[in-house]
C-alpha cells in the first residue's frame, strides 16, 4: 500500500504518542499536525502504527 493521505481529524487528546512514534511525519505543537509534503509512504509502517496506537483515534490515513 502506498499512502497517499495522512489527516488527524478532530479529537486530538495532544498526548504526544504520534510524534513519538513517526516523528518525521507528526508534531506536537498544541495539538498534533501532519507535516505537509512529506512522502508518507516512506514512513508507512510507522504512521500506521501511530494510527493504531492513538488512544482517541483521530490518526487517519489512506
Known amino acids: 500500500m502506498a499512502l497517499k493521505k495522512v489527516e488527524i481529524i478532530e479529537g486530538c487528546i495532544a498526548c504526544g504518542l504520534c510524534s513519538d512514534i513517526c516523528p518525521e511525519v507528526f508534531v506536537m505543537d498544541d495539538l498534533a499536525t501532519v507535516i505537509p509534503g512529506v ?5 508507512e509502517k510507522s504512521v500506521i502504527e501511530a494510527a ?11
Open 39 to 43: 512522502n508518507y509512504s516512506d514512513y
Open 52 to 62: 493504531e496506537s492513538c488512544p482517541v483515534e483521530v490518526i487517519k490515513y489512506e
